[in-house]
């Protein structure tokens, strides 16, 4: 899987190219299919290829990341009075979960049965909760990066909550006795435009894989959450929901005053644009060729649609700056 300069492109969709090392255990724990797995696309189709897994896998990382940026974009654009612009972020923002994201989830089969989704969560959480956060408090204390090094332990305290709460849901979906959880209470953090807040370029790195697994938690968690909805299971739906919106209001936007990550109306098109341009000429282009290649003909046409998708954004978003000018 290839790499790019993440610093260089810090808040935009090309950010999302993660090597699989660099990802670490969270992009599988984030991204695999539950165990039970019963989507359509499963259910009427061969799976995709183990290439084409993971060209879905990067995807999801990128949609769900911009989804989240482009809300805080938006967020940011009222605040200078541009009203307009805002509405084309939270345009593009939508666009990116619930078609771009969600047809991703149907093709590589991350929704799965309650239980399967509740173990998937679990495992990511508590990925997140004993090793990825702690080491990356560890190294950012040694870096003397201590409000990244703080900010750090309090989210593993939050995963570890969040993985006993799915454990325990996970319990009463299997065994029909006791209770789920009461979802937790969401305190949104607003996040102005403004510089990095660590100097270190390892926290700095640190900073934007944490963003990228809160995205994608937050975009999964939506995702199991209307499923448990539909199946009737409320309080699941509910449990998942919420915890979609502690991921994204506090722990990603946390991270993102950290890093950095909204700078003024001008400047956040200005890296819409470059992540925008990446994924429509060259990213998905490349994942529509090795999915045809390898037989995969749906993945295939849903890369070549995103890449005609995220061209007409990139358009929209130059089109929105070069008006500011």
Not at 117 to 128: H, P, Q, T, V
Not at 190 to 201: F, I
Not at 217 to 230: E, F, Q
Not at 280 to 307: C, I, L, W
């Amino acid at each position: 899987m290839m790499r790019l300069a993440v610093r260089a492109l810090l808040g935009s969709a090309a950010t999302i190219a993660l090597s699989a090392p660099t990802y670490g255990a969270l992009a599988t724990a984030a991204i695999a299919a539950p165990t039970g797995t019963t989507t359509a696309a499963m259910a009427s189709a061969r799976p995709p290829g183990p290439q084409t897994r993971a060209d879905l896998a990067t995807a999801m990382r990128g949609e769900a990341f911009a989804n989240v940026s482009y809300r805080l974009y938006a967020e940011q654009a009222r605040r200078e009075g541009l009203s307009s612009v805002a509405d084309l972020f939270e345009r593009a923002a939508n666009i990116e979960l619930n078609e771009h994201f969600t047809k991703a989830a149907d093709l590589s089969g991350t929704v799965g049965d309650n239980a399967a989704n509740l173990r998937s969560a679990i495992s990511g959480e508590a990925y997140e909760a004993v090793t990825m956060y702690p080491r990356f408090a560890q190294q950012a204390r040694s870096a003397g990066d201590d409000n990244a090094a703080d900010r750090f332990s309090e989210i593993a305290h939050d995963e570890a909550s969040h993985r006993d709460a799915f454990r325990t849901a996970l319990g009463v979906v299997q065994t029909g006795r006791g209770t789920v959880p009461t979802a937790p209470q969401v305190h949104p953090v607003q996040v102005p435009a403004g510089t990095p807040k660590v100097g270190s370029e390892q926290t700095k790195t640190n900073l934007d894989t944490a963003m990228h697994g809160e995205a994608t938690a937050y975009a999964k968690y939506t995702l199991w959450g209307k499923h448990a909805n539909k199946e009737g299971n409320a309080d699941v739906g509910r449990l998942f929901t919420r915890n979609a919106d502690v991921e994204r209001q506090e722990h990603f936007a946390e991270e993102a005053d950290l890093a950095g990550l909204v700078g003024t109306t001008h400047q956040n098109l200005t890296k819409a644009i470059a992540g925008e341009r990446y994924e429509s000429t060259t990213m998905y282009p490349r994942f529509a060729e090795r999915a045809k290649a390898a037989g995969d003909t749906e993945a295939a046409r849903f890369f070549t649609h995103n890449a005609s998708d995220e061209a007409g954004h990139a358009n929209d978003f130059q089109q929105a700056k070069d008006a500011m000018r």
